[in-house]
């Protein structure tokens, strides 16, 4: 049974840099990911792994990017790193939990209008004519107010369909729940492996053929596909880049998403401070230039994005897993929060932006309404 053996968590507020701060908490207990090219050794007394959580802020400090509007959920940090190891004895003496508190969850208040999700939209389309970018993933958020154990709520969202990244992580007064499909970055077998993921559709055969067919989706897709390649390229192995797979349709409850896998080498002395620090935000929640697509998106939103479009995972020996926190949701002490959007480009349509929005993160509001 895994039992928690120590924590750090970091906010923005805090200064320093978060990226130098997980490397270095993380090898003070044996899990040493400062030379990610160079086989990994297993302390077998030592720690077996931790859970890394990093938000869209702590992202943005680590690409030297703004990092927006305040969070609405501050009891949150910018940062948490869980170090684990196996406890047998807790195993025999675990007890039956008890029964969750009565759940209740309120009405969502959404943090901008319909008109004012389109209107961001038009200002990024008009950003793109004036050749300020290329794409920005432009956010929105809501929140609601609910009574009971936020905590066995939002587990169940790792059991949604296509939830790779279904997990939940907790602490003093917040909790984050995750059902993401989409893989930010992963270490196996000595190799660098992202997933990003851009263009959208119902889990229909229309559906499918629709965004098969959609020259603006695979646009939008290649975009990003081309920016991770860039990302990658800093800091892996000269010529070792390559997209291993393009704009393959996948499900994910119901919808059609297109993922593609781009990979690489690692380079000589590549630490997890200067992958975070490449990767991170990651592109397909930000836009291309990375850095021009941030400062639009902080202009834009009036909401910070708290506990969504940052990272979640499981980091070991030898070993990086990290989803992006898409359809994902955080609680602090009496308020649920979640976050949707989309790559806008200049061929976007407002009201089939929000409509897009709102098809993401119906099936996560939908399970966290259940009693």
Known sequence: MLVERDRCEWTVTDGGDPAELIETFLAGHGIDLRDLARPA?????GACGAAVFVSAAAGAVMAGGPIGAPTPVPALP????VVYAHD?????????????????????????????????????????????????NVVGHAAAAYRGDAGPVLSRLAALPGARYGGTLRGDGWAVGCASPETLIELRDARLLTRPIKGTRPATAAGRRDLLASAKERAEHIMIVDLERNDLARVARTGSVRVDELFAVRRWCDL??????????????LGLAGLLRALCPGGSVTGAPKLAALAHIAALEPVGRGAGMGALGWVAPGHVDLGLTIRTAAADADRLHVWAGGGITVDSDPAAEVAEAAAKVAPVRALLAAG
């Open 41 to 45: 050794r297993h302390d077998p007394y």
């Open 78 to 81: 910018d940062v948490a790193v």
């Open 88 to 136: 047998p004895h807790l195993a025999a003496a675990a007890r039956t939990p008890a029964p969750p508190a009565p759940w209740r969850l309120g009405d969502w208040r959404e943090s901008w209008t319909p008109r004012q999700h389109a209107d961001a939209v038009q200002a990024v389309r008009a950003a793109i004519g004036r050749g300020d970018v290329y794409q920005v």
């Open 256 to 269: 059609w998403q297109a993922e593609s896998t781009v990979s690489a080498q690692p380079a000589d002395g």
